[in-house]
């Protein structure tokens, strides 16, 4: 076992309203200067829609994330070695600025400065990137609450799947909020694709980051991610993606999306897992099984033998005690309720999601029977079979078991506690249905429901005194690593600098402290 920690972030989607305050916030933070006007690190995207960029999930046409082989190995879907220097300088597979939008500003100055007239003026909108006259034709969130209905919703690559069985018009359609971030992968792709190996998973907490003055501005790693959270400056030349907050976070302070999150939806904390176990764990053959087979990744704080294991990496005590004490584990292997976003992507992704139970329960409150009763609950989870087929293909591959079983246990909370808060006796058999006991209901809720600000965000700082330790570590070319897609040999470091995360998927081994070139 080789272990290591990661920070890891869980996002519950029935509290989304779709404020977009952590998209503000976040871009207030880190992209509001030239070059990223059109770049959100944190989005939050209505769903059914298209995305940010437009379709990002249609892989057969982006070619992000990674693909198995009949073999059992992986390789990029974007290619290998060769094809990537075959189109190094012209990339055929990258999101143009209309798949995002042409950022603008208005001419306020017509306002301010015109004469006094009989009409009034209008401020027209300028191209941020040209400075001339355009017409607003998309952005961001253009979709925003099913805006445009069936005529943009039916683009959506996920809804496609399940198009058959879904009714767009308004009054039968349904709708929740999906805020995305970069998922800190265990498996990055985009690390992978990088010819310049610029991108790095920090070893000491996992969070994925560009090396500034490394990075070459080639564009490879924008196709490999699948989603498509890794973005070019076209000022800097350089390619730009969500930090995870890390200056933030090395103080032990929650990140800017989570800490000004209207909803308190957002959960950070430390999770162990072994490092020697995601290659076989990306690789299994049937894209269902892939869930199971992350949450095996995420190892027990509380056994003996990973704390052991912990100890011999040399990972403080007081990090070890964070991790015993993270809600993240808890979500998603105590309680089973959290889902990964796309596992079938296969890199392994590191921001889960509580699927929303509110289109399940609005369904029953519409037919006049008791929303929070736990056989009405139950029968219209089993019987809405449009809503949980599309979170299937959001959160597990198409497979609908795992999603049936999150919304179940939610329900069963509900109904659980409303029975203690109306002073009732409560019915155990509620919790026995979905394989839990009354105190693990209990226990769920007041994560879920009532949580403090330290029990949401369970983050050590950082130890500086290791930092020099650290520093000794060099990250090699990360399409030349051992094991690489297709490559082969060891790294640009040599094969004793930077050995291969899991099965030589990326260069692992990184610097603590912040390189020359991060953004402060």
């Known amino acids: 076992m080789k272990l290591m920690a990661q920070m890891a972030m869980v996002m519950n989607l029935d509290k989304c309203i779709g404020c977009h305050t952590c998209s503000v916030t976040c871009k207030q933070t880190w992209t509001n200067r030239a070059g990223m006007e059109y770049v959100w690190f944190n989005n939050v995207e209505t769903r059914p829609g298209q995305g940010y960029p437009r379709t990002y999930e249609d892989q057969e046409k982006w070619k992000g994330g990674w693909v198995r082989k009949p073999n059992g190995r992986l390789s990029l879907r974007s290619g290998g070695r060769l094809k990537n220097l075959t189109t190094i300088f012209a990339n ?83 709708m929740f909020y999906l805020p995305r971030i970069c998922e800190h992968c265990l498996n990055p792709s985009c690390a992978a694709a990088c010819p310049a190996g610029a991108i790095y998973k920090r070893s000491e907490d996992g969070i994925v980051l560009v090396d500034q003055d490394t990075c070459r501005g080639w564009r490879k790693c924008v196709t490999a991610c699948p989603y498509k959270k890794i ?101 998603i292997n105590e309680y089973k309720v959290a889902l990964p976003l796309h596992p079938e992507y296969r890199t392994m992704p590191m921001v889960w999601y509580i699927p929303p139970l509110s289109p399940v329960v609005d369904a029953v409150s519409e037919t006049g029977q008791d929303a929070e009763s736990r056989d009405n609950l139950f029968a219209a989870i089993e019987s809405l079979r449009i809503p949980i087929e599309y979170l299937a293909e959001l959160f597990t591959a198409g497979d609908t078991g795992p999603v049936t079983d999150s919304l179940r246990r939610l329900a069963a909370m509900r109904s659980y506690m409303r029975d203690i808060n109306l002073g009732r006796d409560t019915d155990e058999r509620i919790p026995q249905a979905v394989g839990m006991d009354g105190e693990s209901v209990y226990d769920m809720y007041r994560l879920l429901a009532l949580a403090k600000y330290e029990d949401r965000y369970v983050i050590p700082p950082a130890h500086t005194e290791q930092a020099h330790s650290l520093e000794a570590f060099a990250t090699g070319c990360s399409l030349d690593t051992e094991g690489g897609p297709g490559m082969g040999g060891p790294g640009a470091g040599g094969p004793d600098k930077g050995g291969p995360l899991t099965g030589g998927k990326v260069a692992l081994p990184m610097p603590s402290v912040r390189r020359s070139g991060e953004h402060t």
């Open 231 to 331: 973005y070019f400056n076209h000022r800097t030349g350089k390619a730009e993606k969500c930090t995870f907050c890390y200056p933030r976070i090395e103080v032990g302070m929650p990140t800017v999306c989570a800490e000004t999150c209207v909803g308190r939806l957002r959960y950070l904390g430390l999770v162990f897992y072994d490092m020697d176990a995601v290659l076989p764990a990306a690789s299994v053959e049937d894209d269902h099984d892939l869930l199971d087979a992350q949450r095996e990744l995420i190892l027990d704080p509380n056994d003996p033998e990973v704390v052991r294991a912990a100890e011999k990496e040399g990972i403080p005590r007081d990090w070890i005690e964070a991790a015993q004490r993270s809600p993240i584990y808890s979500l």
């Open 92 to 174: 055929p597979t990258m999101p143009g600025i209309d798949d995002y939008y042409e950022p603008w500003t208005y001419d306020y100055q017509t306002l301010t400065n015109a004469p006094l007239q009989e009409h009034t003026p209008v401020a027209r909108p300028k191209s941020l990137i040209s400075g001339r006259d355009m017409a607003i034709q998309w952005s961001a969130n253009w979709d925003d609450n099913l805006a445009g209905g069936p005529e943009l919703a039916q683009n959506d690559p996920v809804l496609r799947k399940v198009s058959d069985k879904v009714k767009l018009e308004f009054e039968q359609s349904f």
